[in-house]
């Protein structure tokens, strides 16, 4: 299984940025976004379900961010709005068993990590 996400990139406080992650070939009941700033822990972003009509959000991202997956091209995106310099992490898509997880433990699967940096 691989998960391959696209490119991030440099952008100013308040701009947007469209993350897409495409796995191969296989569909899973949870697909989500991670990030990790530099010298912090790996942290939960948003998370969708095989249906996608369930999504969950870290608060800090509520309201800005959106998660959605497409099944027929085994896809998530996540559109990021309003980014704010605390925002600037290595982003990690990952995929899973257990639908509605928010804790890296329960991914199996992750994408290869893009950054994302974001000036004030």
């Known amino acids: 299984v691989q998960l391959q996400a696209s490119e991030g990139g440099l952008v100013q406080a308040g701009d947007s940025l469209r993350l897409s992650c495409a796995t191969s070939g296989r569909a899973f009941d949870s697909m989500g976004w991670f990030r990790q700033a530099p010298g912090k822990e790996r942290e939960f972003v948003a998370a969708?379900?095989?249906?996608?009509?369930?999504?969950y959000y870290t608060d800090s991202v509520k309201g800005r961010f959106t998660i959605s997956r497409d099944n027929s091209k085994n896809t998530v995106s996540l559109q990021m709005n309003s980014l704010k310099p605390e925002d600037t992490a290595v982003y990690y898509c990952a995929a899973g068993p257990l639908m509605g997880a928010t804790h890296f433990s329960h991914y199996a699967y992750w994408g290869q990590g893009t950054l994302v940096t974001v000036s004030s």
């Open positions: 969708t379900t095989r249906g996608g009509g369930n999504t």
